[in-house]
């Protein structure tokens, strides 16, 4: 598979020449010169909905970067990663999700859904009232936006991930050790914040414990009861489990949309592609237009958690300095993530996003819960994009425009919806891995840390 600089493919040079030429065109322009935009740039696959006409971009950007997609050898890396084949270079490993929302799944992932469907419904059957998720990053971001996007309320399901030791107290407030549930998801079953949580909690009094693992012998020296499998060829970021919190038939939901987005990115052509497209959109923002950073705008309160949820998978995935042959890269890779929920995030930084020095592209989501919240979207999007050309307006009074934006709409906040929109940012990241010539899979860059917080810890 290609692994040559990126920097390396005639279309990379194009690009560059094109983003030179196209820079001093305004969004009001392409909009004025060409009536069926909103219609022209618009990709629809799998109940979702993405609107990229707000890019500044055209036919000929779009051209030029599926050409670079073509010439990384995109087709030859997608059919790696959905085969389960080794895509996680320095790690000898492959990153195969998609196998755990398979319709015909790996009889190991098809056993181990059952018995996490039994599990669940023993634990929501109110065998306890309190379940508490001990985990950390992928082991506690996606379980706990699920939760919270579409928890039932059948359980009092919390989260603790810090190892300050007021995030268990929160946790566990008001709880009763004989009622309460503690799930402790560690790949390794070393991870310092959440066996530190772990040990507080059994000093606490827990005498219940479930494991996600894959150190199963570490995980009984512990003393859990029950240990489901986390494969070494699944990252745990990409691997999201909420079950107890959302109930198996909403979780069965879940896999399936996520499944349906897998199949679209499998067989739509790149022009056609969601997840291509937005990644190629991405690479265009921050490679060639010079943008630093990407906001994630969900409007909706379900969402709220979405924009740190895809903080870690896209910077711990993308946050590279090095390719696939241990060259430093000389051009940029994952711009910084962040975000917040509409409208609520309109009365904290939109004054930036409008009228700051930095240009920030962002991807609004529009679930269709509430008029309200849909027109605030579309009125944000189109006043970056267009701004304000008024030149009888005092200048504190101007908008600029020309801000790009991307538009998802899908209808209602379920949890299929929710595993759509999962599928499609992980599928982004990869293909703009590919693009950028990374591996996606690692995240090397957090050990230096730890290895010198346990140094530090034991007096050395």
């Known amino acids: 598979m290609n692994t040559t600089p990126p920097t390396e493919c005639p279309s990379w040079a194009a690009l560059a020449a094109h983003a030179e030429q196209s820079r001093a065109v305004h969004l009001r322009e392409l909009f ?46 997608r059919e790696a990663l959905l085969s389960g084949k080794v895509v996680n270079t320095t790690e000898n490993r492959a990153a195969w999700h998609t196998a755990l929302r398979a319709a015909t799944p790996p009889a190991e992932v098809r056993d181990t859904l059952g018995r996490m469907r039994k599990l669940a419904t023993e634990v929501r059957g109110r065998k306890f009232r309190r379940v508490v998720n001990l985990g950390t990053g992928g082991s506690d971001l996606g379980p706990r936006l699920l939760a919270d996007a579409l928890g039932d309320g059948t359980l009092d399901v919390r989260f603790a991930a810090n190892v300050d030791p007021h995030d268990l107290e929160r946790a566990i407030d008001g709880a009763k050790p004989e009622e309460t ?20 909690a059994k000093r606490w009094g827990g005498r219940h414990f479930y494991a996600v693992s894959s150190n199963v012998e570490l995980a009984r020296k512990f003393g859990v009861a029950e240990v489901l499998p986390m494969w070494d060829w699944v990252g745990g970021r990409f691997s ?75 910077m711990e995935s993308n946050g590279k300095r090095v390719d696939h042959e241990g060259r430093a890269v000389d051009y940029a890779t994952a711009p910084v993530l962040w975000g917040a929920e509409g ?118």
């Open 343 to 460: 409208t609520v995030s309109q009365h904290s930084f939109h004054q930036l996003l409008h009228q700051g020095t930095q240009v920030v592209p962002a991807d609004f989501i529009d679930l269709g819960l509430e008029r309200n919240l849909s027109v605030n979207a579309r009125a944000q999007a189109d006043a970056l994009a267009f701004g304000t050309d008024d030149p009888k307006l005092p200048p504190h009074r101007q908008y600029p425009g020309n801000r790009p934006s991307s538009m998802f709409t899908l209808e209602g906040c379920s949890a299929r919806n929710l595993g759509r929109l999962i599928a499609l940012y992980e599928h982004k990241v990869f293909v703009q891995g590919v693009v950028w010539n990374i591996n996606s899979f690692d995240q090397w860059g957090v050990e230096l840390g730890k290895e010198m917080a346990k140094k530090l810890l034991s007096g050395r």
């Open 181 to 200: 549930l503690f799930i402790v998801a560690s790949k390794t079953f070393t991870t310092q914040e959440t066996m530190a949580n772990a040990e507080a």
């Open 240 to 314: 999201v489990a909420a079950m107890c919190a959302i109930g198996a038939d909403s979780f069965q939901e879940f896999l399936e949309g996520a499944r349906e987005v897998d199949e679209h990115f499998a067989r739509a052509p790149l022009e056609q592609n969601i997840p291509v497209l937005m990644a190629l959109v991405g690479v265009w923002n921050t490679n060639f237009l010079g943008a630093a950073t990407h906001v994630v705008l969900p409007y909706a309160n379900a969402l709220r958690l979405l924009p740190a949820y895809l903080q870690q998978l896209e």
């Open 32 to 77: 004025a010169n060409d009536r069926q935009r909103s219609a022209h740039l618009v990709a629809e696959a799998a109940g979702v909905r993405y609107d990229y006409s707000r890019q500044r971009l055209g036919a000929v950007t779009l051209r030029l970067l599926s050409h670079l997609a073509e010439e990384r050898g995109l087709a030859a890396w």
